[in-house]
Nanobody, 114 residues
């Protein structure tokens, strides 16, 4: 059974940084393109960033230049380094493969506010 566990969220002031972590079990990680998504209140879940098994990355325009996705294949873990955070980055952040094919985890709340 695939399990995705996100962590690292919190409350941060505008301009601050956070590092999110997602650990995947089962077949969720091995060889797959992994991605981060987010969902703000009242909005649909949206794509944030993705990374291939061989570390090629792609970002949504809204986070390009501020967020960095990375992965540790040996640890079945994917990270999202978020810098220069803005209030509009406030959302629950989730990881999944690039198709959203697995059951969603509980996510981790990121709140950017002064």
């Amino acid at each position: 059974q695939v399990q995705l566990v996100e962590s690292g969220g919190g409350l941060v002031q505008p301009g601050g940084s956070l590092r999110l972590t997602c650990t995947a079990s089962g077949n969720a990680f091995s060889g797959n393109v992994m991605a981060w998504y987010r969902q703000a209140p009242g909005n649909q879940r949206e794509f944030v960033a993705r990374i291939t098994y061989f570390y090629s990355t792609y970002y949504a325009d809204s986070v390009k230049g501020r967020f960095t996705i990375s992965r540790d294949n040996a640890k079945n873990t994917v990270y999202l380094q978020m810098n220069n955070l803005k209030p509009e980055d406030t959302a629950v952040y989730y990881c999944n493969d690039c198709y959203g094919a697995h059951s969603w985890g509980q996510g981790t709340q990121v709140t950017v506010s002064s």
